[in-house]
């Protein structure tokens, strides 16, 4: 059974940083492409990064420059770190699967998702 969980998510000041988890099982972790999207009130989902089996990765452009990617197979986790967060960053953040990466591909499955809260 394919399962994700989400962590990490805090309330951060504006500048700061966070690192997400993502924790997978039922599925070996170079199966899937795992991506990271997000959900804020109001807004439509947002799909941010992912990366494959083979670490190829993408990343939304508008977050380019802030959010960095990352897997550890042996742990079966993967990370999303994000810096100098805005306020426009506060929302859910999921971690799910996908066929491969890009926003043409549908996430699969998610988790229950992480809130992350950028405030001072």
């Known amino acids: 059974q394919v399962q994700l969980q989400e962590s990490g998510g805090a309330l951060v000041q504006p500048g700061g940083s966070l690192k997400l988890s993502c924790t997978v099982s039922?599925?070996?972790?170079?199966?899937?492409?795992i991506g990271w999207f997000r959900q804020a009130p109001g807004k439509e989902r947002e799909a941010l990064s992912c990366?494959?089996?083979?670490?190829?990765?993408w990343v939304e452009d508008s977050v380019k420059d802030r959010f960095t990617i990352s897997r550890d197979n042996r742990k079966k986790m993967v990370y999303l770190r994000m810096d100098s967060v805005k306020a426009d960053d506060t929302a859910v953040y999921y971690c799910?699967?996908?066929?491969?990466?890009?926003?043409?591909?549908?996430?699969?499955?998610w988790g229950q998702g992480t809130q992350v809260t950028v405030s001072s």
């Open positions: 990366i494959t089996g083979r670490n190829i990765i």
């Open positions: 039922g599925f070996a972790l170079d199966y899937y492409a």
């Open positions: 799910g699967t996908q066929n491969s990466c890009g926003k043409d591909f549908p996430f699969l499955s």
